[in-house]
């Protein structure tokens, strides 16, 4: 069974975004010291959701220091991008980085990441099609042509091209909508699982798309999904949910109020007076550490992950970097994990 870290680069009021990278740098470095196949990074924009807004500079930093840990976007939004030049950066970085690149697309969850760039969100589901079909083209083709309703080319040849062949691997996030599901299914694409789901909607979410591929002909497994899941374990249950739960609170919150913008955002504005203002109350701590997050000790943990597995999932993605959760305990979470969790899984 595979392991990976994930993170949208949190950023609490507290925290300045040179400290949240540098915290970053160090968690990839100590994960592939530990055993961690890679590390996947999440694209958001004017919000403290998340410090991603160009995920494929900071992998880029990411690859610079370390040598077998792979770098992969989950997810990059395709439409928030032109074509083009989203080809030319991710077959840069593939080339950087050795062809250790993963990259995963998805349409985003925010309208206002779209207004702010003057995106009709109407429009996300026709383009991030189109841009995913034309950056793989791109990738591939020489002279290419390519003529569609929002983006084309004529006669032009990619530089460079990625070091892997015939391009780095493609995941696409399908996480409500029917249409993204139906795209990835039918296409012979990869899913890939985030956070946002409850585990039993995520495991539903993953057989829908293994009948789907079958139904449209193409041969899909669940070791071929990465399942990601908000994670923190600690020696004891007490302690890994007192440690968490301040953490996993503001990333609901923050998750929550930065939905009511379909322009502008919440960046300068004191979370502290959103929740005395809001009229309805996200999930529950409780309901989230047992409906979307493993946390607890290491027996705990890896007993959930026995259930993923048992239903055929081998590629497993811990985010341990939610909510500002303070570095040391990250690290500390990161290692008992290491030691104590994954071995059980390793001949498996």
Not at 15 to 22: D, G, I, N, V, Y
Not at 72 to 95: C, F, N, Q, S, Y
Not at 138 to 166: A, I, K, M
Not at 267 to 278: C, H, Q, T
Request: aromatic fraction near 10%.
């Amino acid at each position: 069974m595979d392991f990976a870290l994930f993170s949208h680069i949190p950023w609490p009021e507290e925290h300045t975004p040179k400290a949240l990278f540098s915290d970053l740098l160090e968690q990839a470095v100590v994960g592939e010291e530990l055993g961690f196949k890679a590390i996947w990074l999440a694209e958001h924009h004017f919000t403290r959701y998340g410090l991603g807004a160009s995920s494929l500079v900071i992998a880029s930093n990411i690859a610079a220091r370390t040598d077998k840990i792979r770098l992969g976007t989950a997810v990059l939004i395709p439409p928030l991008h032109h074509p083009v030049r989203l080809a030319e950066d991710t077959a840069t970085l593939d080339i950087l980085s050795d062809g250790r690149l993963d990259v995963g697309f998805g349409r985003g969850a925010s309208s206002s990441e779209y207004g702010n760039f003057g995106i009709d969100h109407v429009e996300s589901q026709a383009r991030y099609r189109e841009t995913i079909q034309m950056v793989e083209t791109l990738w591939t083709t020489r002279d290419c042509t390519f003529e569609g309703d929002y983006y084309s080319s004529q006669h032009l040849n990619l530089v460079p091209t990625p070091l892997q062949q015939p391009h780095p691997p493609v995941y696409v996030a399908a996480t409500r909508s029917a249409e993204s599901l139906d795209f990835v299914a039918s296409t012979g694409r990869r899913l890939i699982i985030g956070v946002v789901l409850n585990t039993e909607e995520a495991m539903d979410l993953l057989q829908r798309f293994l009948d789907q591929a079958q139904s449209s002909g193409h041969a899909a497994t669940p070791s071929d999904v990465p399942f990601f899941r908000y994670f923190y374990v600690a020696e004891t249950e007490e302690q890994a949910h007192r440690d968490a739960r301040e953490a996993l609170n503001w990333t609901l919150d923050i998750n929550t109020w930065r939905r009511e913008f379909a322009v502008g955002s919440e960046v300068y504005e004191s979370i502290d007076n959103y929740r005395n203002r809001r009229t309805e109350l996200p999930p529950s701590y409780e309901y989230l550490a047992e409906h979307r997050a493993f946390i607890g000790t290491p027996d705990q943990c890896a007993a959930k992950i026995q259930t993923l597995h048992d239903a055929g999932v081998r590629y497993f993605g811990c985010n341990f970097a939610f909510g500002g959760l303070d570095q040391k305990k990250q690290l500390r979470s990161m290692e008992l994990f290491a030691r104590e969790v994954m071995p059980r899984f390793s001949d498996r």
